[in-house]
């Protein structure tokens, strides 16, 4: 949905990443990689959205950081809109909370891409993850999302293999919560 009302695929890209979990961070070069974009696309765009003041800006030893600006007008409004695109904030409530030792989520494929689609691909890294708890908990979501989701569930070595030339973005990190307190930096 938002790839039709935004038509730059790398604008859509930092919207997802810095309005979907509250407090996400980034810098150009890790956005650069993230995204599988050139440094130029990014910047641009980091640019436009800065200046509109939709994103905020400041230096962490020499790495400029941006995040998404809580107090513009349009954060709640911005954050809503993807939260309901995305569907990610019910698909995490129901997948994260028992299902074993899940270190970290990742959204890839076209979400990841900033184009939106009928299908989720999640992946999960951890250990000795419950997958027939995980399929109880995916149908239900799906249903409430009205989005079909497909997942992989990897382990670290697997994992950088995968994620080698694929567009992704980290949704969940354990120890970190989907709120204000809490940060997801790449």
Same mark, same amino acid.
């Given at each position: 949905m938002l790839d039709v009302i935004i038509s730059s695929k790398t604008r859509v890209k930092l919207l997802i990443k810095f309005f979907l979990i509250? &407090?996400?961070k980034g810098y150009l070069r890790g956005l650069e990689k993230e995204f599988n974009e050139t440094s130029n696309a990014v910047r641009v765009e980091l640019n436009r959205l800065t200046k509109a003041g939709l994103l905020k800006s400041g230096f962490e030893g020499k790495r400029k950081i941006y995040q998404a600006n809580p107090d513009h007008p349009l954060y709640n409004d911005i954050t809503h809109l993807v939260h309901t695109?995305? &569907?990610i904030d019910h698909l995490a409530e129901r997948?994260? &909370?028992k299902i074993g030792s899940l270190e970290e989520a990742y959204v890839t494929g076209s979400f990841a891409s900033g184009v939106d689609s009928d299908t989720i691909e999640l992946v999960l890294m &951890?250990? @000795?993850l419950d997958t027939g708890y995980i399929d109880r908990l995916i149908k239900v979501a799906e249903m409430i999302i009205c989005r079909k989701i497909m997942y992989l569930s990897l382990t670290q070595d697997q994992m @950088?293999? !995968? !994620?080698k030339d694929r567009p992704? =973005? =980290?949704i969940w990190k354990a120890g970190q919560k989907n709120d204000p307190e809490n940060t997801v930096k790449t």
């Open positions: 509250k &407090g996400s695109t995305v &569907g997948v994260v &909370g &951890g250990s @000795e @950088e293999h !995968f !994620f992704h =973005l =980290l």
